[in-house]
């Protein structure tokens, strides 16, 4: 269930023989060559505390693809309509998420972080599986130790697969040094069904929980190893890979060579298997928002978490989002280094009403002007700062509204008055969107106390029972084990039940219906959570939502105070059919024969 980026103290012990051999072994590109010695090796994988230090630092990379300041500090929903890179920065044509939504990614140019540190630890995993027979451990440890490597190495091959498609699979192979490397990418398929059985493996040996203060109670659990074999199906089933073979794919290194319905079952059984468990539960603490969950870093405090990266418990701050999306004007003692990246309207736009109907629906109770942001579904006033929406710690000023208006801004530099000097649209540091994201971010004004060392969520429950929705809706339509699905997270919302109890969910839904309410309530309950990307490629619509322009709320204030509204342009962005997948580097082409490209790259 919840998982350590390094040692904790008392395996402190990773001593430099290890670590010489985990660099040696991890350092250069996509399967590298480095002679390792023979005494080394023996030597660590001879002691049972050396060998778990190679086993956690597998752990060292697990939110890399999550990690919200992945790419000049931004995450990929800046690449999508969800989010913009910081357009007032000079820097901004150096982003590359600004980059990938230009359509401006090719295969020399292309990052290759995803591609080297998968590789990087699939071979670190191999090494381990390899020597695992000789650390001296009971049988029922070393079973433990396996299903964490087995584990890790499926996750890595799966941020693989997710970017590229079907991929080089090499099994238990290390390769030696002078030994030839020249492996060709596996089908889509056959990526697939290896990563799905080596988690059924992993799953096997993992506790299902951890006993209440245990020394282990942030690493694997049986559920991590399910929901994301869940989430695998669930992507393999979605239409971009199950629509049949496509003709620019002849070794179906991008699609399956023929559509299968039956693939969604397999998704949902899997969702339905994690929550069998009956060990996790939505974070709902009475009237608390779900908001707050981010924000608590001990696992016992977690109960809707599956997968979580955690900081180093020497971290002297963990401020990764606020470093990167804080308003200015909450200052540097909440992390603010510089503004990287802001919400679009489009985001704001797909949150609906406290009723749980959405802003287009006449009945939902929806206005423009100042009531714009009134009676709007909870999670939208903790997801996304807007105009006068929530607090920032001024330092002596205390709590104050955060303003983004432009216009006749108070000339008083006291924060208590208003902070659009910094804030507002069209400031240097302000937004160039009208709104900032507030999700995840610290929220010491509330008298709360610290939260630093903060863990990524890499998955929870609510994911867990969207992905179960989806996958039986596009199966058998919405049953009513969908609807209780849905209407469970947004009663956790806060949402207002109504007096039929549906939440505004609409009584008898075609699945077609009910496939466009499961995408838009993806989009609300995990946004920022790395979902939105690679949502919008696996169903196949990015063409509509990426190839068109973002947009953002211009909020002029008169002398009088009082405000007018303009929905504003911020950006057009760009997507070719290429796009569905990062292409393989060029770097890796040259130096591997077998390896082939994707298609349009």
């Known amino acids: 269930m919840y998982i350590m980026k390094y040692l904790n103290s008392k395996d402190a012990l990773l001593i430099p023989v290890a670590i010489i051999i985990l660099l040696s072994a991890c350092k250069k590109d996509f399967l590298e060559q480095k002679k390792l010695s023979a005494i080394d090796e023996t ?49 901004i044509a150096s982003y590359y998420t600004y980059k990938l939504s230009n359509g401006a990614i090719n295969s020399s140019n292309v990052d290759k972080d995803v591609w080297n540190k998968s590789y990087q630890m699939i071979r670190a995993a191999n090494i381990y599986i ?59 398929e056959d990526c697939v069904n290896y990563i799905v059985a080596e988690l059924d493996q992993a799953a096997v040996f993992l506790p299902t929980t951890y006993p209440v203060g245990d020394s282990e109670d942030r690493r694997i659990t049986k559920g991590a190893a399910l929901a994301v074999k869940a989430r695998v199906l669930l992507y393999a089933a979605s239409p971009l890979f199950n629509s049949g073979a496509r003709s620019d794919d002849p070794d179906h290194y991008v699609s399956y060579a023929a559509a299968d319905n039956e693939r969604w079952k397999k998704a949902a059984d899997a969702a339905k298997a994690v929550i069998g468990l009956n060990v996790y539960s939505l974070y709902n603490l009475g009237a608390a928002p779900f908001y707050e969950q981010f924000l608590k ?18 971290t002297s701050n963990n401020f990764y989002v606020e470093n990167s999306a804080n308003p200015v004007s909450r200052g540097t003692n909440n992390g603010y280094q510089g503004l990287k990246y802001i919400p ?37 006033t903790y997801t996304v700062h807007y105009n006068g929406a929530l607090r920032y710690m001024g330092g002596a000023f205390g709590d104050q509204p955060v303003y983004t208006y432009t216009g006749v801004i108070p000339t008083s530099t006291n924060r208590s008055v208003t902070s659009a000097s910094d804030d ?23 008298g709360s106390g610290s939260e630093l060392y903060r863990p990524w969520t890499l998955m929870r429950y609510a994911e867990v029972l969207l992905n179960a929705a989806e996958a039986t809706n596009e199966y058998s339509g919405p049953t009513t084990e969908v609807y209780d699905w849905l209407k469970s997270i947004r009663q956790r919302a806060l949402i207002t039940a109504g007096t039929n109890g549906m939440y505004g969910l609409k009584p008898g839904m075609t699945k077609d219906e009910m496939r466009e309410v499961i995408r838009n309530e993806r989009r609300v309950e995990l946004a920022f959570e790395e979902h939105r990307f690679w949502d919008v490629r696996r169903w196949k619509i990015a063409p509509q939502t990426e190839n ?17 509204y303009r929905r504003v342009v911020v950006r ?21 024969s077998a390896l082939k490209q994707n298609p349009g790259y």
């Open 43 to 91: 030597a660590v994988f001879k002691d049972s505390v050396r060998a778990k230090g190679v086993v956690n630092n597998l752990y060292s990379n697990l939110g890399m693809s999550f990690n919200s300041r992945r790419y000049n500090n931004t995450p990929l929903d800046a690449a999508t309509d969800d989010a913009e890179p910081n357009l007032y920065d000079n820097g």
């Open 130 to 188: 390899k020597n695992k027979d000789n650390v001296p451990l009971t049988a029922d440890t070393k079973n433990f130790w396996l299903a964490q490597v087995k584990f890790l190495r499926a996750w890595y091959y799966f941020i693989l697969l997710k970017h590229y498609g079907g991929i080089p699979l090499i099994g238990d192979k290390v390769f030696e040094d002078g030994e030839s490397i020249n492996v060709p990418r596996s089908s889509y």
């Open 297 to 314: 870093n001990t696992p016992r405090d977690l109960p809707e978490a599956v997968l979580v990266y955690w900081q180093p418990a020497n």
């Open 344 to 380: 679009t309207q489009e985001l704001v736009d797909a949150f609906g009403m406290k009723n749980g109907l959405p802003i287009t629906d006449p009945a939902s109770g929806y206005s423009d002007g100042d009531n714009m942001y009134s009676n709007r579904d909870p999670r939208l």
């Open 424 to 446: 507002g649209m069209y400031r240097p540091t302000g937004t160039p969107t009208g709104y900032f994201r507030f999700k995840s971010m610290n929220n010491f004004g509330t």
């Open 548 to 564: 068109k322009e973002t947009h953002g709320m211009e909020i002029t204030r008169d002398a009088t105070g009082k405000y007018s």
């Open 572 to 592: 057009k962005h760009t997507f070719t059919n290429a796009m569905y997948f990062f292409p393989i580097p060029q770097t890796e082409l040259v130096k591997s």
